[in-house]
Structure formats: C-alpha cells, structure tokens
C-alpha cells in the first residue's frame, strides 16, 4: 500500500513536471532556443503565489492564474529585450543569454527574499484523502489533476486553434509561414510567453505543498531538461509522457535510495537517455 | 597590436613576470596569484567553449576532479599531492568522453545541458561521500614535508607556477591556432553543417577538444589544491566555478588567445572588492554582477572585449587613411 501510495504520489508531481517541461518544449521545438532559466521562472511563480496569499489574502483559485499573467508577461518581456536579438548570433550568445539571466534571476531573489524557506500553511487547500485505502495529499492532487488538465489544454491550443496553427507554422517554417501573413515575431513571442505561464501556473501549484526558496529552480531547470530530452525535441505528447515518467522514477528512487539520490537518479538517467535514445520517446530521429 | 608583435609578447611577459616584485605585501601577492589561475582555467575552458563554439556551463566538473585528486592521494597515502595531478586529469578526459560522446552528435544545446546536469550530479554525489570528506571537504599537508609537497607561506612562489602552467598553456593553444585542430575548429564553430560536408570529422575534433580542455582545467583544479591547501564542494564543484570561467574568456573574447587572461585581470580584482566590502553578500552579488555581464554581453558584444578593441582599430585605421587620402588630395590640388 506505502508503495502504492509513492507511485501516485509521484505521478502527481510528475504531471506538474510536464506542465512547465511542455513550456520549454514550446519554444526549443519551435525555435531552437532553449531556456536555461526555466526553473528560475517556476521559481518566481512560486514567490508570486506566496506574496499574493501573504499580501492580499488570495487563494489558489486566484493566485495560480496571477502567477501564469506575470510570467507570461516576462516570458514576452525577456523574448523581446532578449532572445530575439541572440536568436541568430552565434551558439555563446544563445546559450550564455539565458545562463546569464538564470543567474541574475536566481540570485536577485536571494537578496531580495534572503536564502530562508518559506512556506504556504498547510491547510490552505485541505487535508489528506483517503482514495480507497491510499492516502494523497489535497495540495499534491490539487496540483497534479489541475498541471494534467493545462498539459492537455496547451496540446489541443497548438493542435485544435488558429493560433496554435499559426505558432506551428512558424516552427515548421519561418520563411513560409510569412509568405501566409502570419508575423514571426508575434508568434515568438506569444511561444515565450506561454511558456512564462506553464512555468509561473506550475511553481504556484508546487507553492502549496513544496517549500519555497531561492535555490528551488536549480533542480528543477535540470527535471526540464530531462523531460524535454526524453519526451523529445518540441512534443507536448512526449513531455506529459515523460513528466510522469521522471516523476514516478524520482519518487521510486527516493523511496528506495534515499532523499538525496532523488536528483541524482534524475540526473543520471539524463545521461544514459543521451547515450541510448537522445531523440527521445517521441522524437523525429 | 604593435607592428612588431614580438616586442608586445615580451612586453606582456615582462609585466607578469615583474608584477610580485613591484607589488609586494600578502593582499597583492595571493590576488595576482589569484588572477593568474583564474586565467588557467578560463583558458582552458576557451579551447572547447571558444574556439569550438561548445559551450560547456559545467566546467567545475573537470576544475573539482582536479582538485580532489591531489588531496585523497594524501589522505590515502600520505602521497605527494603532485601524483594526484595526473589521476584528476585522467578522470576529467573520462568525464569529457561521458558527456562528449553523445552530446557531440547532437545540435549544441545538448552539450550544454550535459554539462551541468552532470556537474551539479557529480556535486551532490560528493557532497555526500564520506570518502572524499563529504560537505566538510579535504585538507592537503600542513607542513611542507619537501619540495614535492608544493606547500609555501608565500603566494610569490604559486605565482609563478601558475603563470608557468599559463605559459604552456597559451604557447600550447597558439601553436594549435595553426594546427589541423585549430582550423577543423574554427570550421566547426562557424558552420558544423558546412563543416562535416567539406569532411571534417566533426564530432571527433569536438571531443578532442573537450577533452584538452578538460585536462587543462583539471590542472587548475590540483593547482587551487596545492595553494589552498583544502578543497570542499561548494569552492570546487560549485556552480559559481563554472561561471567564472564563462565570463572570463567571454568578457576578454572567446576564441581568441588573450581573451579569458584579459577578463581575469579586470573580474578576479573585481570580485576580491566585492567579497571584501559586502563579506558573504559578496559572493551573491558577484553572481548577480556576472549574470548582468554574461547577459549583456551575449546581446550587444559576444565576442568580447577584444573584438570591440580590434573593431574601433580598425575604424580609427579606415579613419586615418580617409584623411591621408584626402590630405594627399589636396596637395595635388595645389601643385
């Protein structure tokens, strides 16, 4: 039943790693930038729920689609002011722009929020339930069943809508796509800011049950990147797949090995998938 | 650039070998030492992240494997911390091989993402190992037991085994500058597509690449070993090692000779400052100082300073030569 009840528990959490991974996937899909400083914006997302609920009282009903506005606000913001510019220069500016502003963001919060953990109260969403015989947490179901639903959504706004289309297209072709009218730039920047919000809506749904600190985006860029890798290149399909994959695979690990070797199972496995399958799950080879 | 590019090699060299006996006193002497290995390992990062446009975010990796290797030869054995120089150097070009092989056949982000996620598991597997001294770290001799030991009071003697190492380092990258190398390199920096079609073995010369890099880099490791006589996780396999090397040798210029000796000299007393007037706020405040730097750079400037020194020379040059010809034209007009 215990192990049971790790195996939800780390589907769950798995499904909240798709959620911001499906972001990453976004924009390294669409164009081949990626964004090291992914789990920095998860991070902020977290401090947004944890100031809005502290400052004005706010709920997760509330505080979770704040902190998807202001990330999606600065994924446009560091598109424009930043990634657009670095997009065709040479591959030191595109790695190192993004490394850079991981630092600065990671580190901007430690003066600003000093290193200490901060928490949300724990009965801010409710209590254990008991799931015929196994016990979830409400914050981590909470969590997992709202980061699946988005998941999904954010599948169907690129497969179901015009501007899904219209991002596609110009990931498929830039040339073409603007031959058809569509404007590259906008989509670009519409691709970053979406992916601002899977990341800011993600660490707001992680704030309620996870604490919360500076440091928190370290691990979490790199659960991104496996993700991404292992569901492969540009999948929103591959990255809800491998979510719960690395969740479970975490969740299994730390039950097994111990805490710490939750990451470094994480970690490894990254290196074994370059090896063995670097296209990923669901990757063109 | 001097006409005569010898006299400025010599003037370069007289400058470093000079500088401990004009500056003296402790606080001098351990920063220039300081500058100097910064300068090692920077260098050493440049011939992957430079001048194979590979770039790794995870150096520390190579920079730690060096630096424990010496001081668990003395906890083993009580060795001399120098037989460890070359076991940290065989690790670090197995740890190349680990990332490099795969990575190198995939587009450059792989590489990158590699790096860290590699770096930052080999820091939590030592931070937690009891026998490389888990959290705590390592500690080398206390006393010098002989000259093999590498132990001194004064830094002046460092000083000079660092800019040695530098030496042939440097002297090293030029000649392969010209070398087969340098050139698959510099083909595979400016298009790997175009690159592997004119028949450069591509992923090859990535790896051979790396794996000098790594080498060099572990050797700045054992070097940092040696001087501080005790290593621990944070100060060698932090993340914090990693960037210094990135912004060094893109501040300078990546890809060229000077570039990460130029960007020590103005970041490493840089960072002293910062560390000696905020205290442990410093070294958060270098963090937030080097992401600004590395983020303006990468959108205004990415080949450093070096480039933006050669391109106002040779603005300055067109300029001159603009005036001579209409000087020369108006002397014909009179005549």
Known sequence: MIL????????????????????????????????????????????????????????????????????????????????????RGPMLAQILSTFGLLLLLRYSAFWAFTANFVTLPDDLVGASINLGGILVSAPKLLAGVVAILLTAG???????????????????????????????????????????????????????????????????????????????????????????????????????????????????????????????????? | MPR????????????????????????????????????????????????????????????????????????????????????????????????????????????????????????????????????????????SRGWWDLVYRSSVPYYYIFLAVLAVLLYITHRMERSRLGYYLRAIRAGERAARSLGVPVSRYKLYALMLSAGFTSLAGSLYAVKFGFVDPGSTLGILVSVQMVVMAALGGAGRLLGPLLGAIILVPLQTTTNTFFGGAGTGLAFILYGGIIMLLSRFEPGGLLELWERYQARREARMAKERALVGAGEDHAA
């Open chain 1, 4 to 87: 049971l009840q790790v195996i939800v528990g780390g589907l769950l959490i798995g499904a909240v790693y798709a959620l911001f991974s499906s972001g990453l996937t976004l924009i390294w899909g669409m164009m081949n930038v990626i964004n090291f400083a992914h789990g920095e914006f998860v991070m902020l997302g977290m401090y947004a729920a944890f100031w809005a609920f502290t400052l004005a009282g706010l709920g997760p009903a509330a505080f979770a689609p704040l902190a998807a506005v202001l990330l999606f606000i600065l994924g446009v913001f560091v598109y424009l002011a930043l990634i657009r510019h670095v997009m």
């Open chain 1, 154 to 285: 954010m599948h169907l706004l690129l497969t179901r809508t015009a501007i899904g289309s219209q991002i596609l297209a110009v990931a498929e072709d830039r040339q073409a796509a603007m031959l058809m009218g569509i404007k590259p730039d906008h989509m670009q920047a519409l691709a970053w800011g979406l992916s601002g919000a899977s990341a800011g809506i993600a660490g707001a749904l992680i704030a309620t049950f996870f604490p919360i600190s500076p440091t928190v985006g370290e691990s979490l860029t790199i659960i991104a990147f496996v993700t991404v890798t292992l569901g492969g290149f540009g999948s929103v399909p591959g990255a809800m797949i491998a979510g719960l994959l690395i969740g479970l695979i975490e969740s299994l690990s730390a039950f097994y090995f111990g805490p710490i070797f939750q990451d470094v199972v994480v970690y490894g496995l990254f290196v074994v998938i370059l090896w063995v399958r670097p296209h990923g799950l669901l990757g063109k080879a």
């Open chain 2, 4 to 143: 005569k590019p010898i006299i400025g090699w010599l003037a370069l060299a007289a400058v470093l070998i000079g500088f401990p006996l004009v500056f003296t006193g402790a606080y001098y002497e351990q920063l220039a030492a300081f500058v100097i290995l910064s300068a090692i390992s920077a260098s050493a990062w440049n011939l992957v992240g430079g001048y194979a446009g590979q770039v790794s975010v995870g150096h520390a990796v190579f920079f730690g494997a060096g630096a424990y290797m010496p001081l668990l030869f003395y906890k083993l054995w009580e060795a001399s911390p120098l037989l460890g120089f070359p076991a940290g150097i065989a690790v670090s070009v197995v740890i190349a091989v680990v990332i490099g092989v795969p990575t190198f056949r995939l587009s450059g982000h792989y590489f990158s993402m590699a790096t860290i996620a590699v770096a930052e598991l080999i820091r939590i597997l030592v931070s937690d190992w009891d026998f490389l001294g888990g959290a705590i770290g390592l500690m080398g001799p206390a006393t």
